[in-house]
């Protein structure tokens, strides 16, 4: 046994290394192979030290893992991440849930069945099944097999309290008065399912960055709980890193859009309807095409693309790269201005850029690339809205007042490439299309930006 | 003591991550985000115990669990490389 918690010391080490080394896109590559070296030392360890193992059945179990596992990794598109990362922080919270479950029937009436053994592995079981079915909607909602509105019912609240309150309740009851009846234990399982349910749905398509993120952190704290439960340090600090890291990501997305946690996950925004849109001010926009784009651009020195999600939607990332080196042949200075709620993930639209092959030097995120808008000559807007919206710096009415935004306004020109001129996730004109430095030019962000690379050539 | 032993690790391990984690760039994370999904298949190693419990139905819970932990830990750092791989610089 001695070796074997050596080994866990090590793994958790190497789980550690990987992480520091995600510090740099030059190591990160590196660090990932130590976490998973860490991993294998884990299974390794854990194969070798235990007696009465069935190695037959525990293979089959890995093979059939292994396979969907690098099924899921080879075959998913770089825009369906989110729901990659969403699908497995189920399927790591579930596994956390059916360990505890197990040792639960295992322990079940012997001596060995202490009060602390109960409550952990109650909490082990309520948080990773919660993750379980949570993270399996939150899939369905991205990947469109359900809807992305947020699904709402009078009375929604009530019920999840009511639910938390008969948890604690039934929680603290079988913990300390020990299992009577095994009924007590399937209800905690169910309760939590539906829990899980019930606080997904009426969340919107466009906060799951943030649910996501804290679902991610939930698979680790379930992974820790699980930890407790087996006495097993490398759950316990795994679980630990992992919850940490969903726990700072869910802030930075919920900064991102000004909005606090409880906002997010209890204001079923994008379901109400804005009202304030009667006293929208009319927009004296000017609208323009690619060659005069272009034109403009051969004069600029120094150039931004604010890419938003509407690029990855047209599939245009390797079109605004083409543009972007051709702009660098010029002689100008390019680079990429990425918000925090560019993509539908944290960081998710830096990896479609660099599947484009933008070099990672190039993007800029919001501190970095703010002050670069003040000398900045043209500032190139595509797909993107609510995050260039000036509003949110000074109009206290709208509903993005206080979103950290890229100040691409500061910027001598500004050209913005949208579809139409509809609004928004938040639903709300934008008065930079107004300004007087701003142009629009309309259409499917590939076709025109294939055009303007076409412009620029011939120039 | 036991008790409070695990508990200094998992206090010491939170503050760990926090550390390490705040020095992770926001353009790498989303990889973060898949790497530590990875991380958090851990779970395998419980798994794996739970099923020495024989016939019981521990047993297939644990092999439920296996399969589990084992889509997050080879999904997980398989994909994560996948998407490292594509950040290059000029």
Partial sequence: MEYTNLAYVLASVLFILGIKKLSSPKTARTGNTISSIGMLIAIIATMTSFE???????????????????????????????????????????ASALVAAAEFFSKYGTSEQ?????????????????????????????????????????????????????????????????????????????????????????????????????LNSYSGLAAASTGFVLMNNALIISGALVGASGLILTNIMCKGMNRSLANVIFGAVGLQIKSNSGEAKQLNIKSSSTDEAAMILDAADKVIIVPGYGLAVAQAQHAAREVAEQLESMGKKVLYAIHPVAGRMPGHMNVL???????????????????????????????????????????????????????????RTVIINKRTMNPGFAGIQNELFGFDNSIMVFGDAKEMLTALHKDLKEL | MDMINILTVFILAIFIGFEIITKVPPTLHTPLM????????????????????????????????????????VGGFMVTDRMLKMFKRK
């Fill in chain 2, 34 to 73: 898949s790497g530590s999904n990875a991380i958090s298949g851990i779970a395998i190693v419980g798994a794996i115990i739970a099923t020495k419990v024989d016939g019981e139905i521990g047993t297939w819970l644990g092999l439920i669990a296996v399969i589990f932990a084992t889509i997050n830990c």
């Fill in chain 1, 353 to 411: 850029l660099a599947e484009a092959n933008v070099p990672y030097e190039q993007l800029k995120d919001l501190d970095q690339i703010n002050p670069e808008f003040e000398d900045c000559d043209v500032a190139i807007v595509l797909g993107a809205n609510d995050v260039v919206n000036p509003a949110a710096r000074h109009d206290k009415s709208s509903p993005i007042y206080g979103m950290p935004i890229l100040d691409v306004d500061k910027s």
């Fill in chain 1, 52 to 94: 009465l193992l069935d190695f037959k059945l525990i293979a089959i179990g890995i093979i059939i893992g292994a396979i969907i596992g690098a099924t899921f990794a080879i075959r998913i598109e770089m825009t369906q991440m989110p729901q990659m990362v969403a699908i497995f922080n189920g399927f790591g919270g579930g």
């Fill in chain 1, 114 to 214: 202490t009060m602390f053994l109960t409550g952990t592995i109650i909490l082990s079981i309520f948080i990773g099944t919660l993750t379980l079915t949570g993270s399996f909607i939150a899939f369905g909602k991205l990947q469109g097999f359900i809807s992305g509105q947020p699904i709402v019912f009078s009375g929604q609240q009530v019920l999840n309290a009511f639910i938390v309150v008969a948890l604690i309740g039934l929680g603290t009851y079988v913990t300390i008065g020990g299992v009577e009846e095994m009924n007590m234990f399937y209800i905690v399982i169910l309760l939590a399912a539906i829990l899980g349910i019930t606080l997904t749905i009426p969340i919107g398509g466009a906060d799951m960055p943030v649910v996501i993120s804290l």
